[in-house]
Every structure is written in C-alpha cells, then in structure tokens.
C-alpha cells in the first residue's frame, strides 16, 4: 500500500477567534516594531477614513449587498479599534471602557427592556430616550445643555437638519399634521419663488429646504437616503437619454423643450 497524504495541519492565526481579534491585530500593528503607518495615526488624520468607511457602508447598505456590507461594518469597527488603541496607548481609555460605557448606557437609556417601565410605542421610546438624555446632562451638571446641542454640527446639512428637528419634535415642537408640514413647504417655495435679492433667495432656499427636511421627517422618510436615490434615478435616466442622442449624432442642444420631456419620460 502506498504512503498515505499526511493531514494538513489548520492554518494558526495570529489572532484570537471572535470580536477580539481585530482588536488584537490593530494593537500589534500600533506595537513596537509592528506597522510604521499604523503607528503614527492620530485621532486628527484618521478622520477622513472614518467618514469615508462610513459612506461605503451607507453605499452597501442602499446596495442591498450582504458581502459588501459585511465587508464595510468591518472597516468601520477597525476604525473604532484604531481610535481605542491610540487612546490605550496614551493611558486614557481602552476598548473594554468603550463597549461596557456604550453597554451600560444603553440599558440606563432601555428601562422597557432591562427595567419595569412600559412603553406604548416606538414613539414613546424615542420621547423617553430624550428625557433620559437631559436628566444626564443635568446629573453632570451641563443645565444650560439645549436637546439640539446634542446634535454634531459636522454632519452633512440634511443629516444635521434631520437631527435638531428629531430632537426639538421629541420634547413637543412640531407640526400639528403632516398637512400643515406640507403647507410650510409650498409656503416656502413661493416666497423662494418671489425672492429677487440674492441675499433673499439664499435665506428663502434654506427655509425651503429645512421645510422639506420636516416634512420628510413627519413621513418617516430620511432626506438623505431620498435625495440621494433620487439622484441615483436622474443618473441612470439621464445617462440612458444621453447615450441614446450621441447615437443619432445629437446633442442635448439640438432638443427643444417638448423633445426633452418626451425622451425623458420614455428613459424611465
């Protein structure tokens, strides 16, 4: 009989299984003798990285693509594990501080769930979670904290816009109906309409805008995610009239107005 193949031995990694093991590598990397690039990230140059992780996963997301946004939550948690390895380092917190922080205020902010508290609804989850954020403002002696300080303002203008209405809304401001949400948006645009100063025009656009925002709100639509499908549609759809016009030797210039509409219907 002939010699039989010897079973290969698994592949050792070198890193624990589970959540732990990113956190590991990113830890060796930012050791002595690991990786030069690694080691001389700060807070301040991983910035761009993190946003940029972050809009690849939105991207997935809208996508619908598991592997892609299996792929992008790990680039974003790798971001998380560089910034608690550097804090780490400097000896003021590490990633155990971060995850039992996160957990422990997530029960405080659930007494629905990890306490006797009943709630009727996710809306009323949303109003408690506000309240509890402002009894720990208080408790940390922050009394002149408003709930719409609490929103970042380098978050893109819809996102921040989004949050200070979520957040004044919670507390009790806000439309009686949608129909009046809506009322204020066609308000707006016709004051933007009759704007003739520039100045005017600017001022009327963002209150336009800002309309829109709460109306999109009160619909439980994200007027980032719209947008952005939106432009997406325009995308495609111009691209399809586009290609179709150098086809037959023509230009958008060549169109007129009633041309333009017809093609762009039949683009759909």
């Known amino acids: 009989m002939g010699e039989s193949n010897p079973v290969p031995e698994p592949e050792k990694k070198p ?23 690694d080691r001389e990230q700060t807070h301040e140059s991983l910035r761009p990285y993190l946003l940029e992780e972050t809009y690849e996963l939105l991207e997935a997301i809208d996508a619908g693509d598991d592997a892609k946004m299996r792929e992008e939550l790990g680039d974003v948690l790798l971001q998380v594990a560089m910034h608690a390895e550097i804090a780490a380092q400097e000896g003021r917190f590490d990633a155990t501080q971060v995850s039992e922080g996160a957990a422990a205020k997530m029960v405080a902010r659930h007494p629905h769930v990890f306490g006797d508290v009943a709630v009727a609804d996710a809306d009323e989850v949303l109003r408690n979670w506000e309240h509890n954020k402002v009894r720990e403002a208080r408790k940390a002696g922050r009394n002149d904290e408003s709930v719409v300080d609490r929103v970042p303002t380098s978050l893109p203008a819809l996102a921040w816009t989004l949050g200070l209405q979520k957040r004044a809304a919670r507390v009790g401001f806000d439309f009686a109906s949608d129909i009046d949400s809506a009322g204020a948006v066609a308000e707006e645009a016709h004051e933007l309409a009759h704007a003739e100063a520039a100045d005017a025009a600017f001022d009327e656009l963002g209150d336009l805008l800002f309309a829109v925002v709460s109306l999109a709100r009160r619909k439980k639509v994200n007027p980032e995610d719209a947008l952005r499908v939106a432009g997406q549609r325009f995308r495609k759809r111009f691209a399809a009239m586009e290609s179709e016009l150098v086809k037959e030797g023509k230009s958008f210039r060549d169109l007129d107005a009633d041309d333009i509409e017809r093609r762009w219907e039949a683009a759909r």
Request: contains cysteine; glycine residues 14%.
């Open 15 to 37: 890193y624990s299984p589970g959540l732990a093991s990113l956190f590991e590598v990113v830890a060796r990397l930012r050791a002595p003798g690991g990786c030069p690039w």
